[in-house]
């Protein structure tokens, strides 16, 4: 079993910044590539970044240049950091990661999210 824990939502006004961050634990032999999503109301859940284990990312057109997304591997840790942010950024915002087992098998697990509200 893996846990990912994700923190650093709240309420900010437009223009304002967060910090999210996205720790992982459990039975872990390895972990590639991680990510953020976000789902807004009345939305499906899209892509906002993606960072992989050797330190290579991307973004969505949508957060591309007010967005940066970076890890610490000894702690197993994406973050995300949001400036800049727009009502239209309002989101549950949740973390995904790529974990390979010590069978090998590889899953993708999911955070329980965080709440992100942009107010105008």
């Known amino acids: 079993q893996v846990q990912l824990v994700e923190s650093g939502g709240g309420l900010v006004q437009a223009g304002g910044s967060l910090r999210l961050s996205c720790a992982a634990s459990?039975?872990?032999?390895?972990?590639?590539?991680m990510g953020w999503y976000r789902q807004a109301p009345g939305k499906k859940r899209e892509l906002v970044a993606t960072?992989?284990?050797?330190?290579?990312?991307n973004y969505s057109d949508s957060v591309k240049g007010r967005s940066t997304i970076s890890r610490d591997n000894a702690k197993n840790t994406v973050y995300l950091q949001m400036n800049s942010l727009k009502p239209e950024d309002t989101a549950v915002y949740y973390c995904?990661?790529?974990?390979?087992?010590?069978?090998?098998?590889?899953?993708?697990?999911w955070g329980q999210g965080t709440q992100v509200t942009v107010s105008s």
């Open positions: 960072i992989t284990g050797g330190g290579d990312t």
């Open positions: 995904n990661a790529e974990v390979i087992h010590i069978s090998f098998r590889k899953d993708n697990w």
């Open positions: 459990g039975i872990i032999f390895r972990i590639n590539g």
